[in-house]
T-cell receptor, first 114, second 112 residues
Framework: SAVISQKPSRDICQRGTSLTIQCQVD?????MFWYRQQPGQSLTLIAT?????????ESGFVIDKFPISRPNLTFSTLTVSNMSPEDSSIYLC???????????FGSGTQLSVL | GESVGLHLPTLSVQEGDNSIINCAYS??????FIWYKQESGKGPQFIID?????DKRQGQRVTVLLNKTVKHLSLQIAATQPGDSAVYFC???????????FGRGTSLIVHP
């Protein structure tokens, strides 16, 4: 298993501002993933963050809106830039561990944009 | 019973009953399937997985059934408890990918 600390756990932000979400893992991992979960919906992958390279973004997500940092093998940040109410969601960090493909998730950041 | 609401489908059961949560997948190339449980205010948590070379796998109080012919996956929870109340997601992947496709999710409500 993996211990993943994500913060903040929740925030209420004003339109036009930016929020940076942090994800700390208890041991080194190669791949970290950022997901968005809109209210009552399933999980949508935003991007994959590998240490030492640019993040790989999924269709519909761009670096200018969701810049990601991955400075080392245990830490990553996701910034939600120039927020609008449509960005109100839960943002989840996840990692892969072990020899199979299952993911471990942080507890999420509940973001509300007014 | 089971119903489809404005957002997630909901399954309501009585404590002690067995629960069956269903999931249909579309990619015939998917070879690895996972069930996750997400409690309110938490991230998804791994429950059980199954590879496509199997049609059944059992864990503690949970069983996953895979029917590749009709591309259907189910999660059975025996003797459901109030602590099982959560949203359950199925996920599928293929070729060793760490990027699964998540299903819509089902909200399980267990009444004491």
């Amino acid at each position: 298993s993996a211990v993943i600390s994500q913060k903040p756990s929740r925030d209420i932000c004003q339109r036009g501002t930016s929020l940076t979400i942090q994800c700390q893992v208890d041991s080194q991992v190669t791949m970290m993933f950022w997901y968005r979960q809109q209210p009552g919906q399933s999980l949508t992958l935003i991007a994959t963050a590998n240490q030492g390279s640019e993040a790989t973004y999924e269709s519909g997500f761009v670096i200018d809106k969701f810049p990601i940092s991955r400075p080392n093998l245990t830490f990553s940040t996701l910034t939600v830039s120039n927020m609008s109410p449509e960005d109100s969601s839960i943002y989840l960090c996840s990692v892969e561990r072990g020899t199979n493909e299952k993911l471990f998730f942080g507890s999420g950041t509940q973001l509300s944009v007014l | 019973g089971e119903s489809v609401g404005l957002h997630l489908p909901t399954l309501s059961v009585q404590e002690g009953d067995n629960s069956i949560i269903n999931c249909a997948y579309s990619n015939s190339a998917s070879d690895y399937f996972i069930w996750y449980k997400q409690e309110s205010g938490k991230g998804p948590q791994f429950i059980i997985d199954i590879r496509s070379n199997m049609d059944k796998r059992q864990g503690q109080r949970v069983t996953v059934l895979l029917n590749k012919t009709v591309k259907h996956l189910s999660l059975q929870i025996a003797a459901t408890q109030p602590g099982d109340s959560a949203v359950y997601f199925c996920a599928e992947s293929s070729g060793g990918s760490y990027i699964p496709t998540f299903g819509r999710g089902t909200s399980l409500i267990v009444h004491p």
